[in-house]
């Protein structure tokens, strides 16, 4: 029978990426403890995996590479070779082509790799100048009108007897005589084992062994490497039989197991996540109890009688119960660690102190907070600029450091916690922190404020996410355009959250980000404008107050404001934002008969802002499910998105921050801002 390998490339190029991390995040470890055995295996074991599944796949490039990158490897495992600052080097470079080839099905060999694994196989030969490089990477490649070399083989016996419960192990039998294959040449192969009758017959369990002629110049040591995975899960057996001279070295493919055919379909792999059993465990149980509770709600309802309305409502309420803790298990699969891109940031870092000349450490932690993978994946462009901003423009140079009484290495800090239903991620660096006077001063230049604006220290240092704004006098390949810390303020804003700068000159910046855990769902505040209902994010209000007509403040130029406790808030009455008819005058004298009754408002804050909303009526608090608009309607601005309310009416969710930012950045009163049509 022969097996078509190609369906199971989209789940090898996604593993090729976790080992890749994993090489990675090694190499990178490696500079400070070359001579760490436990890292050096790890490493190890992922090249040879990746070396193993490109070999059944016939991915002859990656083959070639991890062969290099793994001889090397094994040196310095062995003692024979040790890990320096260059040899790390080559070996990220090797990464990096890596990641090209498995970034798709069909990627062709990138330009440059043959130089890296030249330098690979050099330093490996200069560690061990007895070693002749074997393998697919040093191969001679023969013209047509040359005869082939004849070289010395030797034929083996190779019995591989695989245990029943191979399979619960994840490992694949005809994976490991694919890899066979790539290091000798088979001659014969019979299929022993016996089958059970078809009645008795466990798939999953291994029931056939195979015995095998093989014919290489290779060592018994490599010819075992290949199943050096399944030691504990097989007998293998590799004797020596006779040793024959060949015409040719080219490997051939074990017979049962068939190439992935020319022409395969262009990169199709979908993104995917891994999930902990017991989550989905979880799941499957709450599953259960709802058939459970559905099958006696829909009995009940069938046989209906007065008698029977109180056991009908504690069915619907296990109802409740179960849906309720199912969409949060199911959201729950949704989360994952930010380690999962955290652990980038190492080789970004190592990258900007090679190309700045620079010495900085990178210290990581809360790696292990959880969030929604849909958060995590906004949140990469953001932090990408944040560390690259810190390794540019914050820390030093090492003279500088020096004179500055500072030790040379620079160090920037990453954390991760979750917050009150929130995550709160922190960039930290201790190099020369913002210089407002500069920051004023540029800003002064491009016409962002003028000379004689009255700025706080926070309204300056905030000047740094205007587009295009920047305090370098030139333009490198890293920074200097004005470009990222616009995109930063913007992206996150997206993700309904808050950045906050603070920094002391001389001693370093720190960057808070407050992010919600999930967009999927959410906690709001329903409320009533006119006949509309709208939804605050409850993490964005900070109380409910009553204002009467003579609270609110006409401020001239800057619009309306309520005073609350001696201090004025900005006022909003968003019935004139979205240009909702309103009984009562809003922004006129009230009517006698009503002057004396107060009006409801909710006082939100996004960052250090605050802004009081006018609305009419509270009508509860409730767990919401957010559905994009623009994928069904379009982009309403001040808005979030939408939900379904229990009544099955649609309520648009309000986006805070975009409402404080509105009033602050109009010199009109809140009659005359530009109100938002809620009609298409």
Same mark, same amino acid.
């Given at each position: 029978?022969?097996?078509?390998?190609?369906?199971?490339?989209?789940?090898?190029?996604?593993?090729?990426?976790?080992? +890749?991390?994993?090489?990675?995040?090694? +190499?990178?470890?490696?500079?400070?403890?070359p001579a760490d055995s436990e890292l050096l295996n790890n490493i190890f074991r992922a090249a040879h995996s990746m070396k193993g599944g490109a070999g059944a796949f016939g991915l002859a490039h990656v083959v070639k590479l991890t062969h290099a990158l793994e001889n090397l490897l094994d040196q310095m495992r062995n003692g024979e070779a040790t890990a320096t600052p260059e040899s790390v080097s080559i070996m990220l470079q090797a990464t990096d082509f890596l990641k090209i080839l498995t970034a798709s099905r069909n990627a062709d060999c990138p330009a440059g790799m043959e130089e890296t694994i030249a330098s690979l196989e050099a330093i490996a030969a200069a560690a061990n100048p007895g070693q002749t490089p074997t393998g697919p990477s040093t191969q001679a490649v023969k013209s047509a009108d040359t005869a082939p070399d004849i070289k010395p083989e030797k034929e083996y016996r190779v019995i591989f007897q695989p245990a029943a419960d191979l399979f619960t192990t994840g490992c694949n039998p005809l994976?490991?005589?694919?890899?066979?294959?790539?290091?000798?040449?088979?001659?014969?192969?019979?299929?022993?084992?016996?089958? %059970?009758? +078809?009645?008795?017959?466990?798939?999953?369990?291994?029931?056939?062994?195979?015995?095998?002629?093989?014919?290489?110049? $290779?060592?018994?040591?490599?010819?075992?490497?290949?199943?050096?995975?399944?030691?504990?899960?097989?007998?293998?057996?590799?004797?020596?039989?006779?040793?024959? %001279?060949?015409?040719? $070295?080219?490997?051939?493919? %074990? %017979?049962?197991?068939?190439?992935?055919?020319?022409?395969?379909?262009?990169?199709?792999?979908?993104?995917?996540?891994?999930?902990?059993?017991?989550k989905i465990d979880k799941v499957i149980d709450l599953v259960g109890e709802m058939v459970i509770a559905q099958a006696m709600t829909s009995e009940l309802v069938d046989h209906f009688t007065p008698e029977s309305h109180d056991r009908l409502k504690e069915c619907v309420s296990t109802l409740e119960r179960c849906i309720r803790e199912l969409h949060e298990r199911t959201l729950s699969v949704r989360m994952l660690p930010v380690g999962t891109i955290f652990a980038r940031f190492d080789r970004l870092v190592h990258d900007l102190a090679q190309k700045t000349g620079k010495k900085i450490s990178l210290t990581i932690s809360g790696q292990d907070t959880e969030v929604d993978r849909g958060v995590l994946e906004m949140l990469s462009d953001p932090l990408t600029h944040l560390i690259r901003n810190s390794a540019d423009h914050g820390i030093e140079t090492p003279a500088e450091r020096a004179a500055a009484g500072k030790p040379e290495t620079g160090s920037i800090f990453l954390s991760a916690s979750h917050l009150a239903g929130n995550i709160l991620v922190e960039i930290d660096d201790d190099g020369g922190g913002l210089n407002l006077a500069r920051i004023r001063e540029k800003a002064i230049s491009k016409g962002l404020i003028s000379a004689t604006d009255d700025l706080s220290d926070d309204k300056i240092r905030s000047l740094i996410f205007e587009p295009g704004f920047s305090t370098r006098n030139e333009v490198s390949d890293i920074s200097g355009r004005g470009v990222g810390m616009d995109v930063v303020k913007r992206n996150v804003a997206s993700l309904n959250g808050t950045i906050n700068v603070s920094s002391e000159l001389g001693q370093g910046t720190s960057v808070k980000i407050l992010l919600p855990l999930t967009l999927a769902i959410m906690d709001g505040l329903i409320v009533r404008v006119v006949d509309h209902r709208f939804v605050l994010p409850l993490t964005s209000i900070i109380e409910t107050i009553a204002v009467r007509e003579e609270q609110v403040l006409n401020v001239a130029g800057k619009g309306e404001a309520v005073r609350v406790r001696d201090q004025a808030i900005p006022f909003l009455r968003l019935h004139q934002m979205f240009r909702l008819a309103k009984a009562t005058h809003g922004g006129e004298p009230m009517p006698e008969d009503d002057e004396e009754r107060p009006q409801l408002a909710v006082v939100v804050e996004r960052g250090s802002l605050r802004a009081a909303l006018l609305v009419d009526e509270l009508l509860g608090q409730q767990q919401l499910v957010v559905k994009n608009l623009e994928k069904n309607f379009r982009r309403i601005e001040g808005t979030l998105g939408a939900t379904i309310l229990g009544d099955g009416s649609a309520a648009l969710i309000l986006d805070v921050a975009a409402l404080i930012n509105s009033l602050s950045r109009t010199d009109m009163t809140s009659k005359e801002l530009r109100p938002i049509s809620l009609v298409a």
């Open positions: 029978m022969k097996i078509d390998l190609s369906h199971f490339l989209d789940t090898f190029l996604q593993e090729c990426a976790e080992h +890749l991390e994993t090489i990675e995040s090694g +190499l990178l470890r490696l500079k400070t403890s994976l490991l005589l694919r890899n066979l294959g790539d290091v000798a040449t088979v001659v014969s192969t019979r299929q022993t084992g016996t089958l %059970p009758a +078809l009645a008795e017959l466990d798939t999953a369990s291994c029931h056939l062994a195979w015995e095998l002629i093989v014919r290489t110049e $290779n060592s018994v040591a490599d010819l075992k490497e290949v199943f050096e995975f399944v030691e504990d899960q097989a007998r293998v057996e590799i004797t020596p039989i006779v040793a024959a %001279p060949v015409a040719s $070295n080219e490997p051939t493919r %074990p %017979p049962d197991v068939e190439r992935r055919q020319d022409g395969a379909p262009a990169d199709r792999r979908e993104s995917s996540i891994r999930v902990a059993t017991e």
